[in-house]
């Protein structure tokens, strides 16, 4: 008795497309699909015929839509007469974008970049389907990559998302500010990451309030307004606010 | 023959004092007092006299000012006849303030807290002295600790000073807002922890401009307009120019 796979069509080839082509392992047999249509996507030459996504894969298992949110309508569109479960990637969209019957959501929390290669085992999977069995799948496809999966409404993860932003895109935008800072006094970046990686083990223990140290926390106007006239307009506006609003959280905390 | 050591008086009580009293070892007898003389620092009936710090402990071969940085003046003023080095050990603050011929700085490149354990060997630190022999007797100390001392001018440690604000009590107070995003929605902030991590090891790999993801460097204004929706004004504006930041970073390096 042979055990049973499904077939899965992967369209995208962004971040989140390759890192899931890499990885998507076990019962799940994929076929990335780089372009939106077939059509798009396929080499000269390659015998696929021009036809739209739907018709080719009309018997696949899963479709999985890993491209640009503004995209995803429109290749949703080519799949609307397909009978497998069809899901997106995005952490900001929600599931009820997608028409057909059999919708859902496989969202990895994480930073993904091709030039990095990261195990999935640092990948957890946020999960949505409009049936409880379809439901089931998606875990199946993120536990055989060696990951784990947590269903979450599309109502929640829109805060999921927001969170990531902040603790992810946001941080890393204050690391490229750091990295500028030292380039210009030729200090190594390198010099940071003790630092950069006690920041965050920290809040494994400690919350971020309790964890906080630095001028703006004590409110020492003098380092504050030394430093200041160290920085460009930007950064010295980025400066202000921040200060600001560890000053703001202390003062919100010591009245409680 | 019996080994040399190095009586220290260590003078403060927050948290880079209380690692310093923590970790001092080896050839280093240290002696912790708490407030700025020894008077106030000393529970009554211990015997101690009311004296300044000077005279009460003139034999000392390293004083340690770990006080804030707004009371170093008066401090090493009391110190200012002593025949040992005399040290501060803040980020911002040049080496020149103490007026003592034999001056220095022990700058702990770190974000310490007193609810944090921390082995020194995750502390580095970075060491500048008026006389080159004094330099040798800074590093033995952060040595003897298991940690490394990297010598750097007060004009060039301003810039380290300024650049860990940024990738440590800035990025913390992101983590910060992150945790209330998360608790407002019932989302453990432990859910955080993968992404929070990667992020930091990613740039072990590839810069920080490399590294950037999300809606900002995509430029995704419908995703952008619609996280904003969630956030209070604060966090808005916040959100705004990190945004506007990680945009014009990508501007800049596309163009050259």
Redesign the interface.
């Known amino acids: 008795m042979g055990a049973r796979t499904y077939r899965t069509v992967l369209i995208g080839s962004g ?1 989140v497309a390759s890192f899931l082509k890499e990885h998507i392992a076990g019962p799940f047999e994929v076929m990335q699909v780089k372009g939106r249509s077939l059509t798009q996507s396929s080499p000269k030459g390659k015998g696929l015929k021009s036809l739209p996504l739907g018709e080719a894969f009309e018997e696949a298992a899963l479709y999985i839509i890993a491209v ?3 995209a995803i309508p429109s290749v949703a569109e080519e799949l609307k007469d397909v009978k497998g479960l069809v899901v997106h990637t995005a952490g ?1 969209v929600p599931m009820d974008i997608l028409k057909q019957s059999r919708r859902g959501v496989l969202y990895p ?5 091709k ?2 290669k ?1 195990p999935a085992s ?3 999977f946020y999960i949505e389907a409009s049936r409880e069995e379809d439901l089931g799948l998606l875990r199946l496809l993120a536990e055989s990559m060696g990951s784990k999966a ?1 269903p979450m409404t599309s109502e ?1 993860r ?22 500028d ?2 380039a ?2 030729d ?1 190594p ?1 390198s ?10 083990d ?17 409110w ?1 106007e ?2 504050m307004a ?2 200041m006239t ?2 460009d307009d ?1 950064q010295r ?3 202000q ?2 200060s ?3 000053h ?2 202390k003062l919100r905390f010591d009245k409680d």
């Open positions: 971040n640009s949110d503004r900001s929390l994480q930073t993904i970049s030039a990095r990261l640092k990948v957890p947590t929640k829109r805060y999921l998302h927001l969170a990531a932003v902040f603790c992810c895109n946001f941080v890393n935008r204050l690391y490229g500010i750091t990295a800072l030292l210009e006094h200090i970046f010099s940071m990451l003790p630092l950069i990686h006690e920041t965050a920290k809040v494994e223990e400690l919350t971020p309030h309790q964890a906080q140290t630095g001028p703006a926390v004590r020492d003098e380092v030394q430093q160290l920085l930007e506006e980025l400066y606010l921040l600001k609003s560890i703001d959280d």
